[in-house]
C-alpha cells in the first residue's frame, strides 16, 4: 500500500483516533486501517526514556498505517528532539507532544498533563522538535488541571505555546485533569466535559487548527463538532465498537468508496495476522483489538467468547476468527 497524501495536516487530523495506553498498538492501527484509509492513528504514547534507552524497537509500525502520529511523552527538550528526529527518519507523518495523561507515574516522569503548569517548558519542548523535523509537531492537551481550569488558564497555554513555538495544531481533551486523587479511568469520566471551551478556543485563535476529545461517541456527534472545529478525536468508542471508523472516509471526508462489512473485514485480517504469526506475534495479541467489530449484532457475544476462550492457545490460528465467524448468523449481511 502507498503512502497515502497527507501534505494537507489539517485536513488528516479532521478525524482521528486517539493514542491509548496498551490499546493502541501496531495490531490494532492495522485493523482500524481497515476500517478507514483516512483517518489519522495514533500510537501509545511511547516516553523518550523508551526510545533512547529501551531495549526493542517503540518506533516499529506498518507501512499500511499511513497517515500515523508518533506520540511522545516527555519533558527534556533534547531528549524529544532526538526522538522527534528518530520518528520522521522512521516515516510518521506526525509528531505529538502529550500535555494530557494525569497518571502518576507520568507525572513522577515530569510529563504528560502536569506540563499544562510549564507552558514555557512545553513551548521549549515543540521548538526544540520543530527544528529537526519537516513534519508537523503537535500538542494534546486538557482544558486545565485541578484548580487551574479557569478559560483564562487555557488561553494563556494555547497563546504561550503557539506564539512561542510556532505551534499551528491542538487537540483539547474537553476535560480538566485532576492529578491526583482519581485515577487515570476517573479522570476521563468524572470531570465534566466542556466542548465549548474548545469552541472558544478556535474562535479566539482563528488562525490555529483545533480539534476535540473526549466522550464522542458517534460520527453525527463528531460532524457536530466540525461544526465549530478543524477536528475531531474519537478514543474508547473507536476501540470497543470500532465498526464506527467503517463509514468515516464516506461522511468525514466525502469519498465515495463502498463502505465495508465487518465480515469482509475479518477476512481481510487474515494475511496480515498469518505474517505476524509467523514472526512469533500470538494471535491473541491481535485479535484483542478486534473483539468488539460485532458489538450489539446477533451473534457479537458468541464471537466476543470464543475468540477470548481460544486465542491465547498454543498455535492458535486464523482458524480460530473462521470458527468465531461462524458465530455470526450467516443469513446476516454484515
Known amino acids: ?27 490494532c492501527r492495522y485493523f482500524h486501517r481497515l476500517l478507514s484509509s483516512q483517518t489519522l492513528l495514533y500510537t501509545e504514547m511511547i516516553t523518550t526514556g523508551a526510545i533512547i534507552h529501551g531495549k526493542g524497537d517503540f518506533l516499529a509500525y506498518n507501512q499500511e498505517e499511513h497517515p500515523v502520529a508518533l506520540q511522545l511523552g516527555g519533558s527534556n527538550p533534547t531528549d524529544l528532539a532526538t526522538c522527534a528526529k528518530l520518528g520522521a527518519e522512521r516515516g510518521y507523518d506526525e509528531i505529538n507532544l502529550n500535555v494530557g495523561c494525569p497518571s502518576d507515574r507520568v507525572q513522577n516522569g515530569r510529563f504528560g498533563a502536569c506540563l499544562m503548569a510549564e507552558p514555557d517548558l512545553v513551548a521549549e519542548c515543540v521548538a526544540a522538535m520543530k527544528e529537526v523535523v519537516d513534519i508537523p509537531v503537535t500538542v494534546k492537551t486538557r482544558i486545565g488541571i485541578d484548580d487551574q481550569d479557569s478559560y483564562e488558564f487555557l488561553t494563556s497555554f494555547v497563546s504561550t505555546v503557539s506564539e512561542k513555538a510556532a505551534c499551528e495544531h491542538f487537540t483539547i481533551h474537553a476535560r480538566k485533569a485532576w492529578l491526583s486523587g482519581l485515577s487515570p479511568k476517573e479522570n ?15 474562535q479566539d485563535f ?11 461517541k458517534t460520527l453525527d456527534e463528531a460532524l457536530e463538532h466540525l461544526k465549530f472545529l478543524d ?45 505476524q504469526l509467523s514472526k512469533g506475534s500470538y494471535l491473541g495479541h491481535i485479535s484483542r483489538h478486534m473483539i468488539g467489530l ?16 481460544n486465542a491465547h492457545k498454543k498455535g492458535a490460528g486464523i482458524e480460530v476468527l473462521q470458527t468465531a465467524l461462524n458465530k455470526i448468523p450467516q443469513e446476516l449481511d454484515v
Do not use: C
Not at 483516533?17 to 495490531?27: E, F
Not at 465498526?243 to 469482509?264: C, H, M, N, W
Open 294 to 309: 460485532f458489538q450489539a449484532m446477533p451473534g457479537a457475544r458468541q464471537w466476543r467468547r470464543y475468540i477470548s476462550e
Open 206 to 216: 482563528p488562525h490555529l487548527d483545533i480539534a476535540v476529545n473526549g466522550g464522542i
Open 1 to 27: 500500500m502507498t503512502k497515502p497524501d497527507t501534505t494537507s495536516q489539517f485536513n488528516a487530523s479532521r478525524l482521528s483516533v486517539a493514542p491509548m495506553l496498551d490499546w493502541t498498538d501496531r495490531h
Open 231 to 275: 477536528g475531531v478525536m474519537i478514543g474508547r468508542e473507536a476501540y470497543q465498537n470500532p465498526y464506527i471508523l467503517a463509514e468515516v472516509d464516506q461522511r468525514i471526508f466525502g469519498l465515495s468508496t463502498p463502505v465495508k462489512k465487518r465480515k469482509q473485514v475479518v477476512e481481510e485480517m487474515y494475511p496480515y495476522i498469518e505474517e
Open 188 to 202: 476521563r469520566e468524572i470531570p465534566p466535559l466542556d466542548y465549548p471551551r474548545a469552541y472558544q478556543i478556535k
